[in-house]
């Protein structure tokens, strides 16, 4: 059976509720304080493994506590973490402010910035098989992101690629071997080279830069897809928003899990909204995203 391989970053995120967000130079009074596992690749594996996929991930913590806490989470949820490195030092950390569903994050990598191109090779060569799904973002070192992919290709891996967040030093070179690009509007335009440019263009500029496949996701708006070569619209399944953290991250790992059971891109594209859409209507990240019962159960109403 195929799986779901996650490179990518685990965090510990440390979260406040404010009344409104401080300003320059100013102090705000935090609210409902909690901690909770996070980072884009550990939140993207654990929305695979929620969504039924068998799923490994690669990366790694810290030998401090957060790294302990995020190793067992990681396994309470179903992801395998056997190969995942423990390195000297602090464990990636997210400092995250909420205010009225939205927020502000500012990641300090940590461990996430040790895992080395050479350990990521290695254990991909280890653990993969030909038509395994990769998913990559980019709270790693980027020397391991441009190396991986088109490592992976040759071993005959479908890649798909969330450039989140995104970073001006990226060689799109990268996306010649990507099969499904996965960006927002602001990752779009700052990978197009383009401000201004409408969301067909855009997408026609991220295939002709190599992407095979692209999603531009618009979260409450839904997004714009293609698939067997025309570009299509997809509707968010609406909640009310009380905290986007990892909302974008849980539509990424639904898509890899749904692809590995061969559902088609638009039934995965359906699953991941409603799983992305029910995210955002709850607390935290991981412990946010909801597991393949909960939404059988709505697909089928
Ligand atoms: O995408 C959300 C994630 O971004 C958070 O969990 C935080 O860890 C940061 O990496």
Redesign the pocket.
């Known amino acids: 059976m195929k799986k779901v391989i996650v490179l990518g970053?685990i965090?510990?995120?440390l979260v406040t509720e404010t009344k409104r967000f401080p300003l320059e130079g100013e102090t705000v009074i935090g609210e409902n304080f909690f901690t909770?596992?996070?980072?884009?690749?550990?939140?993207q594996a654990v929305a695979s493994a929620k969504q039924g996929a068998k799923t490994v991930m690669l990366g790694a913590v810290g030998n401090d506590l957060y790294g302990k806490e995020s190793l067992q989470n990681l396994q309470n949820y179903g992801v395998e973490t056997k190969a995942l490195k423990i390195k000297e030092g602090q464990t990636?950390?997210?400092v995250?402010i909420l205010h009225r569903g939205d927020n502000r994050?500012i990641?300090n990598a940590g461990a996430n910035k040790k895992y080395t191109t050479q350990e990521a090779m290695t254990d991909l060569a280890k653990i993969s098989n030909k038509g395994d799904i990769l998913v990559l973002?980019l709270?790693m070192s980027l020397d391991v992101i441009t190396h991986i992919i088109p490592f992976a290709k040759k071993r005959g891996l479908f890649i798909i690629f969330n450039p989140?967040?995104m970073s001006m030093d990226l060689d799109t070179k990268v996306l010649h071997d990507v099969d499904l690009l996965i960006v927002n509007e602001i990752e779009a335009k700052m990978l197009a080279s383009n401000n201004s440019a409408t969301k067909v263009a855009l997408i026609n500029k991220l295939q002709k830069l190599g992407a095979e496949n692209v999603i531009i996701t618009l979260g409450a708006e839904g997004g714009t897809y293609t698939y067997e070569h025309e570009v299509h619209r997809y509707q968010a399944y609406k909640t009310v928003a009380k905290d986007t953290?990892?909302?974008?991250?849980a539509f990424v790992g639904t898509i890899a899990a749904s692809l590995t059971r061969g559902e088609s891109l638009p039934e995965a594209i359906v699953r991941a909204s409603y799983v992305s859409g029910i995210t955002v209507s709850r607390l935290g990240?991981?412990q946010a995203i909801p597991t393949k019962e909960e939404i059988d159960s709505l697909l089928n109403k």
């Open positions: 970053s965090n510990m995120d909770n596992s996070g980072g884009k690749g550990a939140n990636g950390v997210a995250i994050i990641v973002q709270e989140a967040p953290t990892g909302a974008g991250d990240a991981q």
